[in-house]
């Protein structure tokens, strides 16, 4: 299965994969989480990549093309995988479709997570994460970590990601609407897309997600 996720950013694209590698053992591919590595790493492709990071701006598509590419060439993604911030452009839309074709798998369904601009300020300024191990917390959302500031995994440190800031989100939401909402229509008419509502309580919604993926699923074959 060959899923993408599409969804502003603080949508809860990570939260949703979680139910799609449970359900399909297939592995979350996550351009954001891969390039964030990069960066704290020092790596040529994360000294590249840091300061649109920063600003909240799209790593030039080229940039982020590669290393899709490379990523789908392991092993792990034999079976399937779930695309998380991977297409953001039209560009890069367009690329992932020829590689796709290439190696005959292609997208079996786009699930677009549907939340309201409100929601999406609420989970991007609540969104916390270990430092250490990487376990995701919301401070506004019901999710904090039991004690403040401490993973309740692990024990490290809990922080802030730096374009979690108010000034980048603002930032980030514009670049959403105006590089990225255009895929809504693009996968529409490709007859892939799936709308998913994902306001509400976070069990009740995590149920309903999955729901719609076996049904996505059920009805791409
Ligand atoms: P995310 O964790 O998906 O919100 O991504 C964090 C940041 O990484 C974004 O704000 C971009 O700067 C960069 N990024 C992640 N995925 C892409 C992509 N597909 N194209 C361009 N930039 C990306």
Redesign the pocket.
């Known amino acids: 299965m060959q899923f993408i996720l599409l969804g502003e950013?603080g949508a809860g694209?990570g939260t949703y994969a979680s139910v799609l590698i449970r359900k399909f053992q297939i592995p979350q591919i996550?351009?954001?989480?891969i390039?964030?590595s990069a960066v704290k790493a020092g790596t040529p492709l994360g000294l590249q990549?840091q300061d649109?990071?920063k600003k909240?701006?799209?790593?030039p598509?080229q940039v982020?093309i590669g290393l899709v590419k490379e990523r789908l060439k392991q092993a792990d993604t034999a079976k399937g995988f779930i695309l998380?911030?991977?297409?953001?452009?039209i560009p890069?839309a367009k690329e992932l479709e020829n590689l796709l074709q290439e190696v005959g798998r292609p997208i079996n369904a786009v699930l677009k997570i549907e939340v309201c601009r409100k929601t999406l300020i609420e989970r991007l300024t609540g969104r916390r994460s270990c430092k250490s191990c990487g376990a995701g917390y919301n401070v506004n959302t019901g999710l904090p970590p039991k004690k403040a500031g401490v993973c309740d995994k692990c024990g490290g440190e809990i922080i802030q990601r730096a374009?979690d800031q108010p000034a980048t989100i603002e930032n980030?939401l514009n670049v959403y609407q105006k590089e990225t909402a255009p895929l809504v229509e693009y996968y529409e008419k490709e007859g892939l897309l799936k709308r998913i509502p994902c306001e509400g309580p976070l069990d009740e919604v995590l149920k309903r997600f999955e729901k719609a993926s076996l049904a996505a699923v059920a009805s791409s074959k």
Do not use: E, H
């Open positions: 950013p694209k996550s351009t954001g989480d390039l964030r990549a649109y990071m909240g701006l799209l790593v598509d982020v998380d911030g991977f297409p953001r452009t890069q374009d980030r």
